[in-house]
């Protein structure tokens, strides 16, 4: 009995030293954010005073860097899994996306940020057209991007990119009195296409229905653009 007891004592002592053998240490990599600012005179663009600030949360744990003067956000020895990575730079929307920092040696991604505010960004103006009719007041004017996202975000190595969202690229505005808007675009300086569409809106006199036909129209880092957003009756 007591030949037994002994060996069934040096059993559970072997299987925690198996456990904690095969746990080993977290996989950690190193990873790089550059940064493209999209706008309309690069050589307006060096050197570069300003900083970018990005921020990676994996795994529960959050790193933040500031980009350096070749924006260029460095991460050393940062835990490697699917991140979601959020860059916030001023003058710029804000940009996020989710990657998978698989591997064991260096990578980066490449970030393509939009210029939304100041002499970087479009503007855009316009006037709705309803063929002499009064055109209401309030009336809601969206601005939505027709081109896709995602290709502002190029990945190097084995990971990959599995989701883009940047910030406030899609606007509202409320035409004025005198049927006019305004509105202050993100844009690159290959252009961004958007379609703007109007509410539709019964005239309060003849009972008569108009709706807005879509507009497409592509908007210029640091260029003013001009559109009419006209009204038909449907059939």
């Given at each position: 009995m007591?030949?037994?007891?002994?060996?069934?004592?040096?059993?559970?002592?072997?299987l925690f030293s198996c456990t904690e053998e095969n746990l080993g240490e977290p996989v950690t990599t190193n990873y790089t954010v550059s940064i493209v600012r999209e706008c309309l005179a690069p050589e307006e663009l060096t050197p570069v005073t300003d900083q970018a600030l990005v921020t990676i949360n994996i795994r529960g744990t959050e790193y933040q860097e500031y980009t350096d003067s070749l924006l260029n956000a460095n991460f050393k020895d940062i835990l490697s899994g699917t991140a979601?990575?959020?860059?916030?730079?001023?003058?710029?929307?804000?940009?996020?996306y989710v990657v998978n920092i698989i591997d064991k040696e260096s990578q980066s991604t490449s970030v393509s940020m939009i210029p939304s505010s100041g002499k970087y960004a479009a503007e855009l103006s316009g006037v709705l057209s309803a063929d002499g009719t009064?055109?209401?007041?309030?009336?809601?004017?969206?601005?939505?991007?027709?081109?896709?996202?995602?290709?502002?975000i190029k990945h190097s190595g084995n990971g990959s990119i599995s989701s883009v969202y940047v910030e406030n690229i899609t606007r509202k505005v409320i035409a004025a009195q005198d049927a006019k808007f305004t509105a202050t675009m993100p844009a690159t300086s290959t252009g961004i296409g958007y379609t703007i569409v109007a509410d539709?809106?019964?005239?309060?006199?003849?009972?008569k229905m108009f709706k807005c036909v879509a507009q497409d129209i592509s908007l210029y880092s640091g260029k003013k653009s001009v559109t009419q957003i006209k009204y038909v009756q449907p059939e």
């Open positions: 007591k030949k037994i007891f002994y060996l069934i004592a040096l059993i559970p002592p072997l979601t990575v959020t860059i916030n730079y001023q003058g710029f929307s804000q940009t996020k009064t055109i209401p007041q309030d009336i809601n004017i969206i601005i939505t991007p027709r081109d896709t996202v995602s290709n502002l539709d809106f019964i005239d309060p006199i003849t009972g």
